[in-house]
């Protein structure tokens, strides 16, 4: 079984400053990592995924995450947030028996101006 | 190219009352997944349909159902409604169920349960 730990349910932070939101994962089989991002009264909008290869994985909306497989990690950052970037980040991981995905319970970022 | 649909947006039903939602997979996809999201909750895998067959079920009970069918829609059903099945229910297409194909998301039924 596997399980998807987001340390912070909410992070408030000011327009332009960085953020880093945390994932931690456990599984015991290879694991291929994902990050979603729902706005309000929305579906979920893939923001980039891990499947293979570099760890580190550049998405859209200038976020990027680094795949740590000795912590068993997959932290979201993005270097200056702008206020659209208010919204709830889910981290989710599937395995190699198909793409169903365990998501986390979410982090709720808050851009302050 | 047509994203991922889904009917009603929003739902009321009292306890004990059946429901079917509705799902149209975004166009070339012929996978769709299931999913519950609680209040302030990630979502949970409910069950996923791979050319018109249940491929795969997360720890729901039976009176969670569903159906895909030729054209790869798909219908999630729910049969005597509990408060606890107020949520936000998620459809997700993808190419094939393949470990390497994204999922895309609907925006979502709102189902309340009075």
């Known amino acids: 079984a596997q399980s998807v730990t987001q340390l912070d349910s909410q992070v408030p932070v000011f327009e332009e400053a960085p953020v880093e939101l945390r994932c931690n994962y456990s599984s015991s089989v290879s694991v291929y990592l994902f990050w979603y991002v729902q706005y309000p009264n929305q579906g979920l909008q893939l923001l980039l995924k891990y499947l293979s290869g570099s760890t580190l994985v550049k998405g859209i909306n200038g976020f990027e995450a680094e795949f740590n497989k000795s912590q068993t990690s997959f932290h979201l950052r993005k270097p200056s947030v702008h206020i659209s970037d208010t919204a709830e980040y889910f981290c989710?991981?599937?395995?190699?028996?198909?793409?169903?995905?365990?998501f986390g319970g979410g982090t709720r970022l808050m851009v302050k101006p | 190219e047509t994203g991922v649909t889904q009917s009603p947006t929003h739902l009321i039903k009292t306890r004990g009352q059946q429901v079917t939602l509705r799902c149209s997979s975004q166009s070339g996809h012929n996978t769709v997944s299931w999913y519950q999201q609680a209040l302030g909750q990630g979502p949970q895998f409910i069950f996923q349909y791979y050319r018109e067959e249940e491929n795969g079920r997360g720890n729901f009970p039976p009176r969670f159902s569903g159906l895909q069918f030729p054209n790869y829609s798909s219908e999630l059903n729910v049969n005597a409604l509990e408060l606890d099945d107020s949520a936000l229910y998620l459809c997700a297409s993808s190419e094939t169920s393949g470990f390497t194909d994204t999922q895309y998301f609907g925006p979502g039924t709102r189902l309340t349960v009075l």
């Open positions: 989710a991981v599937s395995h190699n028996a198909g793409n169903m995905l365990t």
